[in-house]
């Protein structure tokens, strides 16, 4: 068994880089929410560690929900057929929403996502996601709030996994393409 660390060629995005970068949306979403009492909507699993941060990030009153959902495909591409695992439980007609995702890879997700909550009738919906991967989004696709670009090689740590393993990692590194082919 090896340790996680041994499975990372090269950390991205340290803690602190993190954690600097996170202070940063939550105060912009703070500025240009004041007011709107946003819906945050964590896309679990991946979502957890950044959505717990950031809300702790923003300084104005706001509710909390998670959605879970699974793409059809695994390993290291997802296939766009998506399934909602767990729905949201907040009444979001009328609300302004911000979804909050791990990382944007095709887009296929997030606009499933974006679509589906737009038939509740929201007052608005933009997502903030923690890392964007432009060169791999499959149509145009704007995300309003993004932590980090990044190119496509697999990334993990930070709540984000590979084959459910690695999300307890603190900082966000590449994984081995040794472990992964
Ligand atoms: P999309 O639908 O192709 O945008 O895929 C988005 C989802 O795929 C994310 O929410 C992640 O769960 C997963 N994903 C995409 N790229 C990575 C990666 O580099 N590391 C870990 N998960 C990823
Ligand atoms: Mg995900």
Redesign the pocket.
Same mark, same amino acid.
């Given at each position: 068994m090896s340790t996680m660390n041994e499975d990372i060629t090269a950390v991205l995005f340290t803690e602190e880089q993190i954690r600097a970068r996170t202070q940063e949306l939550g105060s912009r979403i703070s500025q240009e929410y004041e007011g709107k009492m946003p819906v945050l909507i964590g896309?679990l699993k &991946?979502g957890f560690m950044f959505m717990a941060d950031l809300i702790r990030a923003i300084d104005i009153p706001l509710e909390v929900d998670f959605m879970a959902i699974s793409?059809y495909g695994s390993g290291v591409t997802?296939s &766009?057929a998506v399934k909602i695992r767990k729905d949201i439980d907040v009444n979001i007609e009328g609300r302004h929403v911000i979804v909050v995702? !791990?990382?944007? !890879?095709? &887009? +296929?997700?997030?606009r499933y996502i974006r679509d589906y909550l737009m038939r509740h009738k929201p007052a608005s919906v933009k997502v903030c996601a923690l890392l964007n991967k432009p060169e791999a989004h499959a149509k145009e696709l704007k995300i309003d709030y993004v932590g980090f670009n990044v190119g496509n090689e697999? %990334? %993990?740590g930070y709540g +984000? !996994?590979?084959d459910g393993l690695y999300r307890n990692l603190p900082y966000i590194g590449i994984l081995k393409e040794s472990i992964y082919t």
């Open positions: 896309i &991946g793409s997802s &766009g995702e !791990d990382i944007i !890879d095709s &887009g +296929l997700s997030i697999f %990334v %993990v +984000l !996994d590979y």
